[in-house]
């Protein structure tokens, strides 16, 4: 009786195993790409971020600064990550319409080859897409805030806009799936900021704007 009642448990989760890969239970929702075509060939789209409603959550170490509080360790790192300064950060990210369409992850740490930014974006009725840049200072943000009058502790109202992370030359589309599978190019990330609350948080927008074609 148990060996029926165990081979029957097995049977039972093989098949919401198969199930689940064959049918498709969920079906996502598919808004049309807000997309342009280049010049030169490829597709042009950016994908959008509003501070700080989009923002769902960070957590990182001296290189934080004022894209969100340090967060204290619950647990103790491997040496390889507790060595070096990370930066996490999670956002939804919208379409240029407006529209929430997924969620993006942004990673910054410092690796053998200098500090580099990733970004990994979700879009669940598309695929995923991966965008990596290489060279951003961790100052970068406060120290362009600075500039025009900011300072720690106190709001500021203004307009700035930053280049953070990837540019034309230093930003590429590392990979994809679904949809951005396969394709090559580049992105650019730009901070607009048009305020900062006394408890350092941001107002503004987060601009990626991807340029990618299919790879031969």
């Not at 507790?82 to 930066?87: G, K, M, R, T, V």
């Not at 992850?105 to 879009?123: E, N």
């Not at 995923?128 to 720690?152: D, I, P, T």
């Not at 900062?196 to 790879?215: K, M, P």
Request: glycine share 14%; aromatic share 6%.
């Amino acid at each position: 009786m148990r060996a029926a009642f165990g081979l029957g448990l097995i049977c039972g989760l093989g098949g919401i195993l198969a199930a689940s890969h064959f049918y498709p239970w969920v079906v996502h929702a598919r808004l049309p790409s807000q997309t342009s075509v280049v010049a030169n060939g490829g597709r042009a789209e950016q994908f959008l971020i509003r501070l700080p409603v989009d923002r769902i959550g960070s957590a990182g170490g001296a290189a934080t600064g004022l894209r969100g509080p340090p967060k204290s360790a619950r647990m103790t790192l491997p040496a390889e990550l507790a060595a070096e300064p990370i930066l996490v950060e999670h956002f939804k990210v919208r379409d240029t319409a407006g529209n929430v369409i997924g969620l993006a992850a942004r990673h910054w740490s410092v690796g053998a080859d200098g500090p580099g930014t990733a970004w990994s974006l979700l879009i669940p009725s598309r695929g995923a897409l991966l965008l990596v840049a290489s060279g951003e200072s961790r100052e970068a943000l406060n120290a362009a805030l600075q500039e025009v009058g900011y300072s720690a502790g106190a709001s500021w109202d203004g307009d700035v806009r930053i280049q953070l992370g990837g540019d034309d030359d230093s930003g590429r589309i590392a990979a994809g799936s679904n949809e951005f599978e396969d394709l090559q190019g580049h992105y650019s990330e730009t901070w607009n900021v048009t305020g900062v609350s006394d408890s350092g948080d941001l107002r503004g927008t987060i601009e990626l704007n991807t340029v990618t074609f299919r790879g031969s």
